[in-house]
């Protein structure tokens, strides 16, 4: 059956994919030989570090006074640049297989992001998959939802690897976008929820955590005189992680002559991107570089205005009701290539400009709509009160790890 199984998938599949399907279906297969461990695998896909959401629930295992056993893993299950192609190959067809064994042994498992091992295998009955999404709100198209664009997966891969399916239970910002989430992860709508809130946020309501963190990320960053800090934060251009790069959209040069003495800018780019931005030299000063800071929350907190362009960064700024501009001179094109699921110009909460010079403007008119920024965020979170992880370890993570059922509360309804 293996081989006929094998000989269907090479008519139709690639190689590489017909391998890496045929390794996590061994490594699941393997797994059933074994009991299910009483333990959470919390994994990392495409990071290097647990990030957002997953290093606040990891933070709030490890402080249980009896804590569970945790298995933490980052980086790719894919295969490396660079090398010789068999050995890579090799490597990646292990690393699955071995991702896969645990995520079938393991009572949870949590990602933040698109993870294979789940995917072609039938999931092992006693184990709880959630999804808790790397991404606030419903921004840019992302998982079935960009099926046969550049970005997304085709019908064929598809059939043998349904992307994103196995989950007991997602997470989302706001029960208005649960069936956007379903349908881009072919899920029921049942299992998405936006009741426990979103772990990531937590640290950014209203506390002595939060003022603390602040201050900290201001010192580290030499942020700590009075001028105001404009935070640049830019997705990343490219069809997928090992092309990303920076968009070289935002004059530095005009920034520093207009700004320089009253204002600073921080970098922060998409962790995908591995290249640094150009930094002129004359606005050395000006700049800082906070794109390998590990928190971009942190980050966040020690910006007064933020400008972005297609960032789901917006969502979790819009928290912190302050001012955010969108400097998108190549709006049509990124709509053709991954789209949005509501009007970019209307929907975002702030003005879209094409220059820096329009950019400018905005700053020095300090004409900032902060009710909008506030309806915006009134609209994309149900919850946020700073218990959102607090919530998900203890009604969803505890009670799977002793073996009860999921129990997903009903939609919250908006008075």
Same mark, same amino acid.
Request: proline fraction near 6%.
């Given at each position: 059956?293996a081989?006929s199984l094998?000989?269907?998938?090479r008519?139709?599949?690639?190689f590489?994919t017909?391998?890496?399907?045929?390794?996590?279906?061994?490594?699941?297969?393997?797994?059933?030989?074994?009991?299910?461990d009483?333990?959470?695998?919390?994994?990392?896909?495409?990071?290097g570090?647990?990030?957002?959401?997953?290093?606040?629930i990891?933070?709030?295992?490890?402080?249980?006074? =009896?804590?569970?056993?945790?298995?933490r893993e980052?980086?790719? %299950?894919g295969?490396?640049?660079g090398g010789?192609?068999?050995?890579s190959?090799f490597?990646?067809?292990?690393?699955?297989?071995?991702?896969?064994?645990?995520?079938?042994?393991?009572r949870?498992?949590i990602?933040d992001?698109?993870?294979?091992p789940?995917?072609p295998?039938? !999931?092992?009955?006693?184990?709880?998959?959630?999804q808790?999404?790397?991404?606030?709100?419903?921004?840019?198209?992302?998982?079935?939802?960009?099926?046969?664009s550049?970005?997304?997966?085709?019908?064929?891969?598809?059939?043998?690897?349904?992307?994103h399916?196995?989950?007991d239970?997602?997470?989302?910002?706001?029960?208005?976008?649960a069936?956007?989430?379903a349908?881009?992860?072919?899920?029921s709508?049942?299992?998405v929820?936006a009741?426990?809130?979103?772990p990531?946020?937590?640290?950014?309501?209203p506390?002595?955590?939060?003022?603390?963190s602040?201050h900290?990320?201001?010192?580290?960053l030499?942020?700590?005189?009075?001028?105001?800090t404009i935070l640049?934060?830019?997705?990343f251009?490219?069809?997928?992680?090992?092309? $990303?790069a920076?968009?070289?959209?935002?004059?530095?040069?005009?920034?520093y002559?207009?700004?320089?003495?009253?204002?600073?800018l921080?970098?922060?780019?998409?962790?995908?991107? !591995?290249?640094?931005?150009?930094?002129?030299?004359?606005? !050395?000063?000006?700049?800082?570089?906070?794109?390998?800071?590990p928190?971009v929350n942190?980050?966040?907190? =020690?910006? %007064?205005?933020?400008v972005?362009?297609?960032?789901?960064?917006?969502?979790?700024?819009?928290?912190?009701?302050?001012?955010m $501009?969108?400097?998108?001179p190549?709006?049509?094109?990124?709509?053709?290539?991954r789209?949005?699921?509501?009007?970019?110009r209307?929907?975002?909460p702030?003005?879209?400009?094409?220059?820096t010079?329009?950019?400018?403007?905005?700053?020095?008119a300090?004409?900032f709509?902060l009710p909008?920024v506030a309806?915006?965020?009134a609209e994309?979170?149900?919850?946020?009160?700073?218990?959102?992880?607090?919530?998900?370890?203890?009604q969803?993570v505890?009670?799977?790890?002793?073996?009860?059922?999921?129990?997903?509360?009903?939609?919250?309804?908006?008075?």
């Amino acid at each position: 059956m293996a081989n006929s199984l094998t000989k269907q998938l090479r008519r139709i599949l690639p190689f590489r994919t017909v391998v890496r399907v045929l390794a996590a279906r061994a490594g699941a297969t393997f797994a059933r030989l074994r009991p299910i461990d009483e333990r959470v695998y919390i994994v990392a896909n495409r990071d290097g570090v647990l990030r957002g959401n997953l290093a606040e629930i990891e933070r709030a295992l490890r402080a249980l006074p =009896a804590a569970p056993t945790i298995v933490r893993e980052t980086g790719s %299950d894919g295969e490396r640049n660079g090398g010789v192609p068999i050995l890579s190959l090799f490597t990646a067809v292990l690393r699955i297989a071995k991702r896969s064994y645990r995520v079938a042994t393991s009572r949870v498992v949590i990602v933040d992001d698109y993870f294979f091992p789940i995917y072609p295998v039938k !999931k092992r009955s006693g184990v709880t998959i959630i999804q808790v999404w790397h991404a606030c709100g419903a921004f840019k198209r992302f998982g079935r939802a960009t099926l046969e664009s550049e970005w997304g997966a085709d019908e064929i891969f598809l059939k043998w690897v349904p992307i994103h399916a196995n989950y007991d239970l997602t997470l989302v910002s706001s029960a208005s976008i649960a069936k956007i989430y379903a349908d881009a992860f072919g899920q029921s709508v049942q299992t998405v929820t936006a009741a426990f809130g979103i772990p990531r946020t937590d640290a950014l309501a209203p506390s002595s955590r939060r003022d603390a963190s602040e201050h900290e990320v201001r010192v580290r960053l030499g942020l700590s005189d009075n001028r105001t800090t404009i935070l640049y934060a830019p997705t990343f251009r490219g069809a997928d992680l090992k092309g $990303a790069a920076a968009p070289e959209l935002l004059d530095i040069t005009a920034l520093y002559r207009a700004l320089g003495d009253r204002y600073r800018l921080v970098l922060r780019l998409h962790p995908f991107v !591995k290249s640094a931005m150009r930094i002129p030299e004359e606005a !050395k000063d000006f700049v800082v570089d906070a794109s390998r800071e590990p928190d971009v929350n942190e980050v966040m907190l =020690a910006a %007064d205005i933020l400008v972005t362009d297609y960032s789901s960064i917006i969502f979790e700024y819009a928290l912190l009701n302050r001012p955010m $501009a969108f400097l998108a001179p190549d709006l049509a094109a990124y709509e053709r290539e991954r789209g949005f699921f509501f009007d970019y110009r209307s929907g975002v909460p702030g003005p879209v400009v094409e220059t820096t010079e329009q950019l400018l403007t905005w700053i020095n008119a300090k004409t900032f709509d902060l009710p909008r920024v506030a309806k915006f965020a009134a609209e994309s979170f149900d919850v946020m009160d700073g218990r959102a992880t607090e919530r998900l370890v203890e009604q969803v993570v505890l009670p799977a790890l002793r073996g009860e059922p999921l129990r997903i509360p009903a939609p919250i309804t908006r008075q």
